[in-house]
């Protein structure tokens, strides 16, 4: 793992804590398709589930509304995040600072394993998805969203239109994600669109800030002022507006005859 960027994103993150919810049309339209597909998969009740990057506890939340009796695990990169979804109270449970891409667990605990908007942050994402797969019990499930490859489309067009590359990371294609799940005998993905009206550059910039995703990928550097302010021009003709695409994944464990 990253440790350095890992530490920077969860700075990031603890930064915006306070003020996260403020700009989270996106993050809780994909929370609520999170709870939905996992509540379609398991309806009846659950004994136990891992939350992977809590944030302020949007999917939380829900979770906890479906399944009141379940002991709930809910984890973060960031403990400023943690401290702000454990304001909500749990049923049964406990709130654990930990790297959803290094799970401090071993073996088949969890009948669900849910996460939103977190997998983007990690290294090695097929690697991830592996290693939390096989601490789902026979029967169980994860359910995910992540960022797609389309995401921010015109804010990386503005860059390319003045010879530059943008510091957004690069996301997975909806086909490299169904490449990944095409090991699983179980699992599918599919993506969604979620517009966002920014009103031009600052806006968008206000809401990525608002949100903590600032941490560009390796080995970019953020821009000259000069530099940016080109690039905000060149999205504020393009129309000032931009995109999620939202990636949902579900791989569930299958139940061995017999077992």
Same mark, same amino acid.
């Given at each position: 793992?990253?440790?350095?960027?890992?530490?920077?994103?969860?700075?990031?993150?603890?930064?915006?804590?306070?003020?996260?919810?403020?700009?989270?049309?996106?993050?809780?339209?994909?929370?609520?398709?999170?709870?939905?597909?996992?509540?379609?998969?398991?309806?009846?009740?659950?004994?136990?589930?891992?939350?992977?990057?809590?944030?302020?506890?949007?999917?939380?939340?829900?979770?906890?509304?479906?399944?009141?009796?379940?002991?709930?695990?809910?984890?973060?990169?960031?403990?400023?995040?943690?401290?702000?979804?454990?304001?909500?109270?749990?049923?049964?449970?406990?709130?654990?600072?930990?790297?959803?891409e290094?799970?401090?667990?071993?073996?088949?605990?969890?009948?669900?394993?849910?996460?939103?908007?977190?997998?983007?942050?990690?290294?090695?994402?097929?690697?991830?998805?592996?290693?939390?797969?096989?601490?789902?019990?026979p029967?169980?499930?994860?359910?995910?969203?992540?960022?797609?490859a389309?995401?921010?489309?015109?804010?990386?067009?503005?860059?390319?239109?003045?010879?530059?590359? &943008?510091? !957004? %990371?690069?996301?997975? @294609?909806l086909?490299?994600?169904?490449?990944? +799940?095409?090991?699983?005998?179980? #699992? $599918?993905?599919?993506?969604?669109?979620?517009?966002?009206?920014c009103?031009?550059?600052?806006g968008?910039?206000?809401?990525?800030?608002?949100?903590? &995703?600032? !941490? %560009?990928?390796?080995? @970019?550097?953020?821009?000259?002022?000069?530099? +940016?302010?080109?690039?905000?021009? #060149? $999205?504020?003709?393009?129309?000032?507006?931009?995109?999620?695409?939202?990636?949902?994944?579900?791989?569930?464990?299958?139940?061995?005859?017999?077992?």
């Open positions: 793992m990253n440790s350095g960027r890992k530490q920077r994103i969860s700075d990031a993150f603890g930064a915006a804590a306070d003020h996260y919810d403020d700009h989270a049309g996106p993050q809780r339209a994909a929370a609520a398709l999170v709870a939905d597909l996992a509540h379609r998969q398991m309806p009846g009740p659950v004994e136990r589930i891992l939350e992977i990057g809590c944030g302020t506890g949007i999917l939380t939340r829900d979770i906890q509304r479906r399944w009141p009796a379940a002991e709930l695990v809910v984890t973060d990169l960031s403990p400023e995040m943690l401290a702000k979804a454990a304001k909500w109270g749990l049923v049964a449970g406990r709130f654990l600072p930990m790297d959803g290094a799970p401090v667990f071993e073996g088949e605990w969890f009948d669900l394993i849910l996460s939103n908007l977190a997998f983007q942050w990690f290294d090695r994402l097929e690697d991830a998805i592996a290693r939390l797969t096989k601490l789902l019990r029967g169980g499930s994860l359910i995910f969203s992540t960022m797609g389309g995401s921010f489309a015109r804010w990386r067009a503005a860059h390319e239109a003045c010879g530059l590359t &943008a510091g !957004v %990371p690069d996301y997975p @294609r086909d490299d994600l169904r490449a990944m +799940l095409g090991a699983y005998e179980d #699992a $599918f993905a599919f993506d969604e669109d979620y517009m966002l009206s009103g031009g550059a600052r968008l910039i206000a809401h990525l800030k608002g949100i903590g &995703a600032v !941490v %560009p990928s390796d080995g @970019r550097k953020p821009l000259p002022p000069r530099e +940016l302010r080109r690039v905000m021009e #060149a $999205f504020d003709r393009s129309g000032g507006d931009d995109a999620y695409q939202l990636l949902f994944g579900r791989v569930t464990r299958v139940v061995l005859a017999g077992g």
